[in-house]
């Protein structure tokens, strides 16, 4: 059974002709670098908290998408950009109240080392920014990452992502380390990644490149999502930082509440790093992000060069972020990620054992990882399923992972008990469905 047919379009109908011709139009005008989701691509028009609503007014329930942390269509947000857009939007070239108070409200949730940002507009640029400001603080070049990470696409960033695949170069001076193996006994976990990292330090030394930086992800989404146990960053950190190197912590994936402990996924692992990089959920949608700094880190570099970015935390970006944090705190939905994520992973669980399909649940919070297996293997192919059976029953995931078989369910903050019990049972159909076919 090859991916193109594993959950067949025969088995749900086809197309319908508009959509053929989109599809048709978009490789057309851009291009043949763009990948669509699922097996029957989705044409949304409308989206409003948790749902999003195809071009025939049918919801679909998003468990998948979390820029839109604070919910699809968030109306706080959408004042705050309208009223910032309709009053003044310039850049962060002139004295402006509404970034400083941003900046101010947005460093006050970081550990107080960590008490200047930089604003850019996407998670790729703030990972690059990150590499100017390493390369510039210590004086090295290596940078270390996890073996299937992403962190972007600028040319740099892209050096640094191997999972992009094996057509795209990594840099000469990238060294990639195994990420956090959940199959080893928790207690081993962290001497285990530490031991890479320092593996990966001897031998950029000895090709003669000076360590610069280790980055992650702290919640290895494209590693397969990896959360447990809790401090098992510490001693890679401490390994880095004693060959001359600093940490990075890219929250793109786990920020601004998602993990359901803090809003800061590398606090759950009782670190301090010396960069932090963020975007996606920063603006709900409002492309923006940035890199929140210790002071002695960035003080060479802002020495010796200027920082400007065109759009990168303009008023109207800042408005959009301060109502982020508001929506954030005023609905409690760190403690909602907790309390939701938990119950959403204690039904994932019961899985565990009872499907020959699902082996292991993982994550913390609303992030949630789901290794699917087929006879005792993981399996691209099972996991593709019931991605598509779980999008024909009108809820939204994807797979990630090095083998592409763990199941990536993310949805936005603001997701309910009641959207859990509706997830599930799309996610029991689909599971009975698979096994009734085989
Ligand atoms: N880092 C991580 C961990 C990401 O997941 C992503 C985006 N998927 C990025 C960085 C890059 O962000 P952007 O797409 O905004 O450039």
Known sequence: MTMANAFGADDFGRLSTMEQEMIAR??????????????????????????????????YLDAYNNVASVGHGNPAVLEAIGRQAATLNTHTRYLHEGILTYAEALTATFPSELSQVMFTCTGSEANDLAVRIARAYTGGTGIIVTSHAYHGVTSTVAEFSPSLGANVDLGFHVRTVSPPNPNLPLSEIEASFARDVEAAIADLKRHGIKPAMLIVDTIFSSD??????????????????????????????????????????????????????????MGNGYPMAGLIAQPHIIAEFGRNARYFNTFGGNPVAAAAGQAVL?????????????????????????????????????????????????????????????????????????????????????????????????????????????????
């Open 224 to 281: 397969g999502v990896i959360a447990d146990p809790p401090g098992f960053l510490r001693a890679a950190v401490d390994a880095i930082r004693k060959a001359g190197g600093i940490f990075v912590a890219d929250e793109v994936q786990p920020g601004f509440g998602r993990t359901g402990e803090a809003l800061w996924g590398f606090l759950r692992h009782g670190i301090v790093p010396d960069l932090v990089t963020v975007g996606k959920p």
């Open 26 to 59: 978009r490789e057309r005008v851009l291009g043949p670098a763009y990948r669509l989701f699922y097996e029957r691509p989705l044409h949304f028009v409308r989206g409003e908290g948790v749902w999003l609503y195809d071009a025939e007014g049918q919801a």
């Open 326 to 438: 508001a929506v954030i705190q005023d609905q409690n939905l760190v403690a909602n990620a907790r309390s939701v994520g938990a119950y959403l992973k204690a039904a994932l669980e019961t899985y565990v054992g009872s499907s020959p399909l699902i082996a292991s649940v993982r994550g913390a919070g609303l992030f949630l990882g789901v290794d699917v297996e087929e006879d005792g293997k993981p399996s691209a192919i099972a996991a593709a399923r019931i991605v598509n059976g779980l999008r024909e029953r009108h809820v939204l995931i994807s797979a990630s992972g090095p083998a592409a078989n763990v199941l990536k369910i993310r949805p936005p903050l603001v997701f309910s008990r009641a959207n859990a019990d509706r997830f599930m049972e799309a996610f029991d159909a689909t599971l009975k469905a698979i096994m009734q076919k085989d």
